[in-house]
């Protein structure tokens, strides 16, 4: 997916994609060479959807998170998962009040705007699970009783590629919950180069306020922007194009387990974004194959012999964009 600078159609929209545009200038105020992770984030706001970030630690996963949080001024928590955590340490728990002999609803960190699920598959299934509703109902339900969370709502959750033992693989039905799967790799060597030369000069993760981060976009704003991404027009043609992507990885002989329909509609709605951020008021078979990657490589199951062969979720979605015709 590319980062090239936004271009503009309509005064509106170019205001509003400007303003984004001044997010990402924003976070790369603490956060060097991370841009495609913050467009792609930017992305899941304009969708209301969640993502999975994925890399080694120590490439600015949860420092990414927090500068975006500043950026729009947004609150947010972070939540450490261990083997120990239970569900009501994350959806909050009925407390009982000595003085009033009644319980009263204790509010866990899922109440904020973005939730960032630190080692997601470090706690187990039922844990895990506790997300579930949160995810995609935005609310909790205690004791019967449904409450909503905060608008806008985004899990931005973590998990290292490294360090296996210990931890439970988020199941299929969970994945396919998060809008997308962004891969954070390690920096360049001039891109190390500046962390370190900041660092040397007195930067601090955790003031970013000193860094010089500021809020640059209000949720208004960002509300404004979803609303025009939902009127990017998509052609019979390019749908037909989704859905023969999506339906291609079902037959590859390399998967176990293809897209789903879920997954063809996040398809539709992160290409979307892409084509607004781009300036162009409806969506091209490039802007599906700019999201392609993201958005479907953790809705698919390789089959153990494929995996023993070193086939990759990203080198069968190749072969699937290859194979499937694009429409003219």
């Known amino acids: ?126 844990t895990q699970a506790s997300l579930l509703e949160a995810m995609e109902e935005r609310q909790v339900s205690v004791d019967g009783t449904p409450r909503l969370l905060p608008d806008p709502f985004l899990v931005i959750a973590t998990q290292n590629p490294v360090e296996y033992e210990g931890t439970y693989p988020l199941p299929e039905a969970q994945l396919d919950r998060f809008l997308l799967k962004v891969l954070l790799p390690l920096p360049e060597r001039d891109q190390e180069i500046e962390v370190i030369a900041r660092h040397a000069a007195g930067f601090n993760p955790r003031d970013l306020a000193a860094a010089g981060v500021r809020p640059v976009a209000t949720v208004a704003e960002l509300e404004q922007a979803r609303t025009e991404v939902a009127t990017v027009q998509v052609s019979r043609e390019v749908l037909g194009y989704i859905v023969d992507v999506c339906r291609a990885t079902r037959h590859s002989p390399s998967l176990s387990l293809g897209v789903s329909p879920r997954g063809a509609t996040a398809l539709l709605a992160t290409s979307r974004a892409w084509a607004w951020l781009s300036g162009r008021p409806f969506v091209t078979p490039d802007d599906v194959k700019a999201l392609a990657h993201p958005t479907l490589r953790h809705r698919v199951q390789l089959r153990p012999e494929a995996e023993l062969e070193g086939v990759s979720a990203e080198s069968v979605l190749n072969t699937v964009l290859a194979s499937v015709p694009v429409p003219r």
Not at 28 to 45: E, F, N, P, Y
Not at 63 to 71: G, H, K, M, N, Q
Not at 84 to 105: C, H, K, N, Q, W
């Open 1 to 126: 997916m590319s980062t090239s600078e936004f271009t503009t159609v309509s005064p509106s929209g170019a205001a509003l994609r400007s303003t984004l545009a001044a997010v990402r200038a924003e976070v790369a105020k603490g956060v060097v060479g991370q841009d495609a992770a913050v467009t792609s984030l930017l992305i899941a706001l304009l969708c209301r959807g969640h993502v999975l970030l994925e890399g080694v630690p120590g490439v600015a996963k949860t420092l990414l998170v927090r500068t975006l949080a500043a950026s729009l001024a947004l609150d947010t928590k972070r939540v450490q998962f261990t083997p120990d955590l239970m569900p009501g340490d994350i959806t909050g728990s009925l407390v009982y009040d000595a003085r009033t002999s009644e319980f009263s609803f204790r509010e866990g960190p899922v109440f904020t705007n973005l939730l960032l699920a630190d080692e997601i598959n470090r706690t187990p299934p039922k």
